[in-house]
């Protein structure tokens, strides 16, 4: 049934398969170590630990997504049919998952990976014919029931109104309209914000890039295979005008697995056999992106740097660190007795990288929750939704007047009709929900009564705005 619950377990469990798989596909490339390595960088990336508890899809399409190229890759060494068989039929279940987005991953990543290798013309026996049979029906399966069920209405809504308004922007069923912006910010928004997903591994994968291209390791088909996983959703998504920071979720675990090899090397290495000259290049690249970050945000105005998401944690993390002087204390002698264990061993990467990894941790464990729990009271629409399910017992009936609000629906725990935008459709003591502007439209028509309830709090991915309820007046 609805519950909040029900519709975070899918999400959460991809996230846990996802770093077990992770594991297993890491330890097939490189070894045990390797994979172990792998799955925890990727389990302790607060990207991937905060879009496992809300109630999305892309979790679960990293996941699917992820298993579909690993079978790819097997089909590509061990040329197993079988593999490929796999791989069609894993990529069906991402793509009714999440439509397209995993078909146009899975080609860029299989495409640029073949022609770095100098072999697409292998490219037509990955499509086997129980895999393709497998991967249109899976795919394409519910594309056809809603056609036959909707019809323009799907066509409308769905595939122009979500796909083509998500592409082009400003018109369709997207939740907002993006604002013009510069061409650098187009080219600049995914491969900055990837950078910012990986945290707090960023580092780190920057010196494993480095240390690939210095060995000669760019030649090896594995690596390369990662590293066009890991570009296909910055090359996939940078066209489109609507930007969003969980469409780089696909990237993190093919860079969890380029960076693993460094981290186990790291570990194994004494500070006695660490260049110097690494070192220096290494501290002068973290000082000097620390010396433009610290400039730009002095030289500009700070918030403005920020995306709208950024700035609304941030709103909701300053009070916690202002009203908290004791665990902010707390954590900073913990950090300074960190770094000096850190600098004290003489084989202190073992010690940095366990900092990094308890760090993250009590991040995940105690800071991310505090902030949602912030956010949820000042965003959620859960007490509105409480309240009218509480005013009006199933199974009376409840009306949503324009795009339906799906936080709402799912606290409402119960069916709600949609009544689009048609004041006809509102009858005599029907409740009903609507934006504020919508209710101000209806309320002068005097098709609803007086405001019963209302709310403010996030309507969709970014947009913010008020609710109200009111009974239908017209006989």
């Given at each position: 049934g609805f519950s909040e619950a029900a519709v975070r377990l899918p999400s959460a469990f991809a996230g846990a398969a996802l770093v077990a798989w992770t594991a297993r596909f890491g330890a097939e490339l490189g070894g045990p170590p390797v994979g172990v390595a792998a799955a925890v960088l990727l389990g302790t990336m607060p990207s991937l630990f905060d879009h496992s508890r809300v109630a999305r899809p892309d979790v679960l399409l990293t996941l699917l997504l992820s298993v579909a190229l690993g079978l790819a890759f097997r089909w590509w060494r061990d040329e197993s049919p079988a593999a490929a068989t796999g791989a069609l039929a894993v990529l069906g279940l991402a793509t009714l998952a999440k439509g397209p987005v995993a078909p146009a991953l899975f080609a860029l990543t299989v495409a640029a990976f073949l022609c770095w290798e100098r072999s697409l013309g292998r490219l037509r026996r990955l499509f086997t014919p129980a895999g393709v049979f497998l991967a249109?029906?899976?795919?394409?399966?519910?594309?056809?029931?809603?056609?036959?069920?909707?019809?323009?209405?799907?066509?409308?809504?769905?595939?122009?109104?979500?796909?083509?308004?998500?592409?082009v922007g400003g018109f369709g069923t997207v939740d907002y309209t993006p604002a013009p912006r510069p061409l650098a910010y187009h080219l600049a928004f995914y491969p900055t914000h990837l950078l910012a997903s990986a945290l707090p591994w960023t580092p780190f994968t920057a010196a494993a890039l480095w240390r690939l291209g210095r060995a000669g390791g760019l030649r090896d088909p594995r690596a390369r295979f990662l590293l066009c996983w890991a570009a296909a959703p910055v090359v996939a998504f940078?066209?489109?005008a609507t930007k969003l920071r969980h469409y780089l979720?696909?990237?993190?675990?093919?860079?969890?697995?380029?960076?693993?090899?460094?981290?186990?090397?790291?570990?194994?290495?004494?500070?006695?056999?660490?260049?110097?000259?690494l070192a220096l290049r290494t501290a002068g690249l973290l000082l000097g992106t620390a010396a433009l970050a610290a400039g730009g945000w002095f030289l500009a105005d700070g918030w403005a740097l920020l995306s709208r998401s950024d700035r609304s944690t941030l709103e909701a993390l300053l009070p916690l660190l202002a009203g908290r002087p004791g665990a902010m204390a707390a954590a900073a002698v913990g950090f300074a007795l960190g770094i000096a264990v850190v600098v004290a061993r003489r084989r202190p990467w073992p010690a940095l990288v366990g900092l990094v990894v308890a760090g993250t941790a009590a991040w995940m464990i105690v800071g991310a929750p505090a902030v949602e729990r912030t956010l949820a009271r000042r965003d959620s629409l859960r007490p509105f939704a409480r309240a009218i399910a509480a005013r009006y017992p199933a199974p009376a009936p409840i009306a949503f007047y324009g795009r339906p609000v799906r936080a709402v629906v799912v606290y409402l725990g119960r069916h709600a009709r949609t009544l689009d935008e048609r004041p006809g459709a509102i009858t005599a003591g029907l409740p009903v929900v609507a934006e504020e502007e919508a209710y101000g439209r209806l309320a002068a028509d005097h098709v609803v009564g007086a405001p019963l309830l209302?709310?403010?709090?996030?309507?969709?991915?970014?947009?913010?705005?008020?609710?109200?309820?009111?009974?239908?007046?017209?006989?």
């Open positions: 249109l029906g899976l795919g394409l399966g519910w594309y056809g029931v809603a056609l036959a069920g909707w019809g323009a209405a799907f066509v409308r809504e769905h595939l122009v109104g979500r796909y083509l308004g998500n592409l940078t066209p489109a979720l696909p990237s993190l675990p093919p860079l969890a697995l380029l960076t693993a090899p460094a981290v186990i090397a790291l570990l194994e290495t004494s500070a006695r056999h660490l260049e110097r000259g209302s709310a403010e709090g996030r309507l969709g991915n970014r947009r913010r705005g008020r609710l109200v309820l009111a009974e239908g007046t017209v006989p």
